[in-house]
């Protein structure tokens, strides 16, 4: 098992940036993606963006290309989500999640297929 611990989050005016940091403790060589989701009042939580421990391959949802950019830093066991240009629709809890397999680009966007998750860090955007 991974254990994750989010923290970064916090109020920001539109247009601002944060820095998201997840780190991973445990059996953290058992993980193969790593993932970013976010969950807003009433809604289900969605992806936001992933990536692979190894080649560093990245996958973003739509809503957040150009503005997010997810990272990892191996020696540290950290994965970050950098995001710029933050609008009030980016105002969610935001989730680490670790995934032991990869199985294509298809699969990282899939709640599901994590196993491994953290409690969140909120992130609220004023407009």
């Known amino acids: 098992q991974v254990q994750l611990v989010e923290s970064g989050g916090g109020l920001v005016q539109a247009g601002g940036s944060l820095r998201l940091s997840c780190v991973a403790s445990g059996r953290t060589s058992s993980s193969a993606v790593m993932g970013w989701f976010r969950q807003s009042p009433g809604k289900e939580r969605e992806f936001v963006a992933a990536?692979?421990?190894?080649?560093?391959?990245?996958y973003y949802q739509q809503s957040v290309k150009g503005r997010f950019t997810i990272s990892r830093d191996a020696a540290k066991n950290t994965v970050y989500l950098q995001m710029n240009s933050l609008k009030p629709e980016d105002t969610a809890v935001y989730y680490c999640?670790?995934?032991?397999?990869?199985?294509?680009?298809?699969?990282?966007?899939?709640?599901?297929?994590?196993?491994?998750w953290g409690q969140g860090t909120q992130v609220t955007v004023s407009a």
């Open positions: 999640a670790a995934d032991r397999r990869f199985l294509g680009s298809m699969y990282v966007a899939r709640e599901g297929e994590y196993d491994d």
């Open positions: 990536i692979t421990w190894t080649g560093g391959s990245t």
